[in-house]
């Protein structure tokens, strides 16, 4: 909320994340590598297919995501909000289509 947000949803698993995404799109995401113990690579691809600019989080930081999403931004955790910050907006401009 710090940040801008007007909501903030959260899901303790991959399947309430895939639940949640069916009904609802954010604007922006933030994704946990382990949610409830199971990657959370399946949410990253719901997310991507709909267009929808997020950042990875993790304790293992850039080397704890798989090479396909090596790219995405991530935020090592423990972080402080400004890391944060920094990695939505990578995110977001990741996620905004280069202009001519």
């Not at 947000?5 to 639940?19: F, L, N, P, Q």
């Not at 997310?47 to 995501?65: D, R, S």
């Not at 995405?72 to 995110?91: D, I, M, T």
Request: hydrophobic content about 50%; proline content about 7%.
């Amino acid at each position: 909320m710090e940040l801008g947000c007007a909501e903030v949803w959260h899901a303790a698993s991959v399947s309430d994340a895939i639940r949640l995404l069916g009904e609802r799109r954010p604007d922006l995401a933030v994704v946990d590598v382990n949610l409830g113990g199971e990657p959370s690579y399946a949410v990253a691809e719901q997310l991507a297919a709909a267009g929808v600019p997020f950042a990875f989080a993790t304790g293992y930081g850039q080397t704890g995501i798989l090479v396909p999403w090596a790219s995405r931004p991530v935020v090592q955790k423990p972080f402080q909000l400004e890391a944060l910050a920094a990695a939505l907006s990578a995110a977001l401009r990741a996620g905004r289509p280069r202009q001519r």
